[in-house]
Nanobody, 131 residues
Framework: QVQLRESGPGLVKPSQTLFLTCTVS??????????WSWIRQPPGTGLEWVGT???????YYNPSLRSRTSISRDTSKNQFTLQLNSVTPEDTAVYYC???????????????????????WGQGTQVTVSS
């Protein structure tokens, strides 16, 4: 059974850098044609795709966040990490990691754990940006 688990700080100050790690069990992040993503849901709004790292290390980012976002991986630990720079209160959200996600399927009414969006979801972790 594939499981994803997010970890990271629950509270970050404005202008700081957010690091979130997704630990994968039951699958390898280097498995061919596997893609690993970060998706977030700010309070009172819908899901937003943040970015994806592929099995070969290629990365893809939401254009609106690209300048502040980096996704990396550690295959020895079977983890991938989101780095979000210069955070503001607008980055407050529940952050999810997922496997084999289709960002194009996200609509206003989308909810986390929808397996038509990501085949596997983590449980999510709350991140609050506040001084």
């Amino acid at each position: 059974q594939v499981q994803l688990r997010e970890s990271g700080p629950g509270l970050v100050k404005p202008s700081q850098t957010l690091f979130l790690t997704c630990t994968v069990s039951g699958d390898s992040i280097a498995s061919v044609l596997r893609y690993w993503s970060w998706i977030r849901q700010p309070p009172g709004t819908g899901l937003e795709w943040v970015g994806t790292i592929g099995y070969n290390g290629n990365t893809y980012y939401n254009p609106s966040l690209r300048s502040r976002t980096s996704i990396s991986r550690d295959t020895s630990k079977n983890q991938f990490t989101l780095q979000l720079n210069s955070v503001t209160p607008e980055d407050t959200a529940v952050y999810y990691c997922g496997r084999d996600c289709s960002p194009g399927r996200i609509v206003n009414t989308s909810v986390a754990a929808d397996t038509t969006i990501c085949k596997v979801w983590g449980q999510g972790t709350q991140v609050t940006v506040s001084s």
